[in-house]
Each structure stands twice: as C-alpha cells, then as structure tokens.
C-alpha cells in the first residue's frame, strides 16, 4: 500500500467513530470500493508473509522477523485505544485473536521449545489440574525467558 492510501485513511476519522450509526453519513460507493481494495491488499500481504516464514531460510528470517519490526504490529494489533470505546464485536475479535495465538504457542510443544530453562523449574512446580496448567506455564515460561532477552537486547 502507498502513501496515498495510509494519507486517506488518516483522513476518514469520521468512519472510525465507535457506536456511529450506519445510516449516519453513509459511506460512497467509491469510498466501499477503496476500503475492499485496502482490505484485499492487506489479506494478500499476511498471505505473503506467513509464505515467506514458511519457505525463507531462518537467517533470513532472522532478519525481518525481529522484535524492532514486530513491536509495533503487535501494539497496533492488541492495544484497546483508551480514548475510544471498545466494541463488544471487535473485543470478541482480539480474544479470538489472542486465543489463537496463545493456542500455537502452547500446542505442539513450541513453548516448552522456546523457553526451556523456565519451562523445566515451572513443570516441575505442583497443579491442581494438569490440562488448565499446562497453558499456563506455558506462558509463564515465554514470558520469563522473553523478558531476559528484551532486557538483554534494549
């Protein structure tokens, strides 16, 4: 997408007005006709960066895929602004989000993989039920051994 696009988009604040009527301002057919261009272009990317985890060699990888680049996706993506109301809808979306993301990491043994010093002192740490738990040191376990390494890395 250019820069002519992300300058339109910045303009459109009355689209984005949470709680706005439909028939309020209704949108032109150009301007519907622009926003599924965004949206086709946008779906299309994603599809092109999950290929390119998929099949790039992981030095590669390594390269594109830092935090530096990701940070602020994941800022834009799980940030509930505080100066506008959160939509039940778009609420729903996040945790679905969230979930699905939660769910890759703890499926597959990917989060015992990625943080294994932590991972062995909470498996041995005793749970009332193994299932629930398990996720949840998971997660404990990403979390530990990720913040060293953003402190390591600034």
């Known amino acids: 997408m250019g820069k002519t696009t992300f300058k339109w988009l910045r303009d459109q604040k009355t689209l984005k007005l949470p709680g706005r009527p439909p028939y309020e301002n209704p949108m032109k057919s150009s ?5 599924f261009n965004i949206r086709t272009v946008a779906k299309k990317e994603i599809s092109d960066l999950t290929k390119l985890l998929e099949l790039l060699p992981e ?7 830092t935090l530096k680049n990701l940070r602020p996706f994941f800022k834009a993506l799980f940030t509930a602004r505080s ?4 939509s039940e809808d778009k609420r729903l979306q996040l945790l679905g989000v969230c979930n699905a993301a939660l769910e890759q990491i703890s499926i597959h043994n990917n989060g015992p993989q990625l943080a294994p ?14 299932e629930t ?3 949840t040191k998971v997660i404990q376990a990403l979390q ?11």
């Open 83 to 86: 100066n506008e109301e959160l």
């Open 117 to 130: 010093n932590a991972w062995k002192v909470l498996r041995e740490t005793p749970s009332s039920s193994q």
């Open 144 to 154: 530990i051994e990720g913040s060293v390494f953003v402190e390591k890395k600034g």
């Open 133 to 135: 738990i398990y996720g």
């Open 31 to 35: 301007e519907r006709s622009r926003f």
């Open 59 to 65: 030095q590669q990888q390594e390269q594109i895929f």
